[in-house]
């Protein structure tokens, strides 16, 4: 029964290990020795339009590339509007609503948050007019251990002002495949019950066990 019970175990935590593996992995991994391949698609702006916004997205990557804080103001002036701008991070009350809260953000990034890498030039640019919008995406590797790698999804707003394309909206997003956690999730609840029922029957019969032996003296 003891070897019953450890074969269950093992197959209970390797299942869950795996999905949580699977949540973890890349989407797009393969694309990243895929050049001539888009993340979702080229989108419809014009090469020369595309080309400048690409050169954006560049500057974009080697600041978190980099991440040097005396580059920030520089940064921030090249690449982002100063007007209605909106940033939404990873986090669930991560909003950022003006360009001083947005600068704090990508502060805070450079500082603790992990090394960016985006497939800019796969990226999709859609435009009309002085605004485009576009999609990438990439991963992150984080300060606090390189063994945690997170792929990441990004979208942007970007209007052209004074013939300088900037960002107006943007969103961070990390790129997980959480269908996986219902297998956990379902897992869990069955096996829950099951260790609840364990767990009473052992302790009954250890409250049983005493007043049998006492009964039989």
């Not at 790129?175 to 609840?189: C, F, G, K, P, R």
């Amino acid at each position: 029964m003891k070897i019953f019970k450890g074969v269950v175990h093992v197959c209970v935590i390797s299942l869950l290990l795996y999905s949580v593996l699977i949540v973890l992995r890349h989407q797009h991994k393969a694309l990243y020795d895929a050049k001539d391949t888009y993340v979702f698609s080229k989108g419809n702006a014009p090469e020369d339009v595309r080309e400048e916004i690409i050169q954006q997205l560049h500057k974009f990557q080697d600041g978190y590339t980099n991440r040097d804080l005396s580059a920030l103001q520089p940064f921030m002036e090249d690449l982002f509007s100063q007007e209605n701008i909106l940033i939404l991070g990873t986090q669930p009350r991560e909003t950022l609503h003006d360009y001083e809260h947005a600068t704090a953000l990508v502060r805070s990034d450079w500082r603790r948050w992990g090394d960016c890498t985006f497939l800019m030039d796969q990226s999709h640019v859609s435009t009309s007019g002085n605004v485009a919008w576009i999609s990438t995406a990439g991963y992150i590797e984080f300060d606090m251990s390189r063994f945690l790698v997170l792929p990441l999804r990004l979208s942007a707003v970007v209007v052209k002002e004074s013939d300088v394309w900037k960002f107006q909206h943007m969103q961070f997003q990390f790129d997980l495949d959480v269908t996986s956690l219902l297998v956990i999730i379902v897992v869990l609840l069955i096996w829950l019950p099951i260790s609840v029922v364990s767990l009473a029957l052992v302790i009954i019969k250890s409250v049983r066990r005493p007043r049998t032996e006492v009964e039989s003296t």
